[in-house]
Structures are given as structure tokens and as C-alpha cells.
Nanobody, 126 residues
């Protein structure tokens, strides 16, 4: 079974940084993407960032571009999201997501058949 375990969330002041980690196991899809969605009360679910297993290409939502960086450690089957210059509007539950379509879920917001972790809370204070 697919298992995705997030860690690294917490409370941080505006302008600060956090690094999220996702330990992934239990799958071997042909051309998958892995990354992060976030969900905040009263807001639409947002595909934040993902990285392709095929060629390492990355995607970032406009709202985080220039501030967040996604990376992966293939030996450890772990993906990271380095978040800098955090803003209160970044406050959300962040979910690690595997997308067997190769990234379409992140780009379109249509999750389709995807695999989700339990999520980790990120809170940015003003």
C-alpha cells in the first residue's frame, strides 16, 4: 500500500522558514509526480508544488514561486518542501500527494486518482 508520512509543520513567525518532509513508500508508478497540496478553511484546495520522478522537473503555484523550493532524495524516498519568507496566507494543512498522472492533479486542481498523506499543520503568525 502507498504510505506517505509528513513531518516538519509547526508555528512560525511571518518571514520565517520551515522545511516539510514526506517519507514515501509502497508504490512504483511509471511516470508519477510527488508534491504538496494545501488546504485552509474558507479557501480552495491548492496544488502548491510537485516534482517529476521522470525528469526532475518541478512545478510551483504562483502564490509560492520564488519562496518555496521542492527537492527529493531518491535514496531515502523522501521529498522536501523548503518554505521561506512565510506569510500568514501560507497557513494551511499541507498534504504530501502522489499523482500517477505525472502532475496533472497539481496543475489542474483535479485530484483524480491520487494518494494522500495525513497532512501536517503550518501556521504563520502575523
Amino acid at each position: 500500500e502507498v504510505q506517505l508520512v509528513e513531518s516538519g509543520g509547526g508555528l512560525v513567525q511571518a518571514g520565517g522558514s520551515l522545511r516539510l518532509s514526506c517519507a514515501a513508500s509502497g508504490f512504483s508508478f511509471a511516470n508519477y509526480a510527488i508534491g504538496w497540496f494545501r488546504q485552509a478553511p474558507g479557501k480552495e484546495r491548492e496544488g502548491v508544488s510537485c516534482i517529476s520522478d521522470n525528469d526532475g522537473s518541478t512545478y510551483y503555484a504562483d502564490s509560492v514561486k520564488g519562496r518555496f523550493t521542492i527537492s527529493s532524495d531518491n535514496a531515502k524516498n523522501t521529498v522536501y518542501l523548503q518554505m521561506s519568507s512565510l506569510k500568514p496566507e501560507d497557513t494551511a494543512v499541507y498534504y504530501c500527494v502522489v499523482d500517477p498522472s505525472g502532475g496533472l492533479a497539481f496543475l489542474t486542481g483535479r485530484v483524480g486518482v491520487t494518494y494522500w498523506g495525513q497532512g501536517t499543520q503550518v501556521t504563520v503568525s502575523s
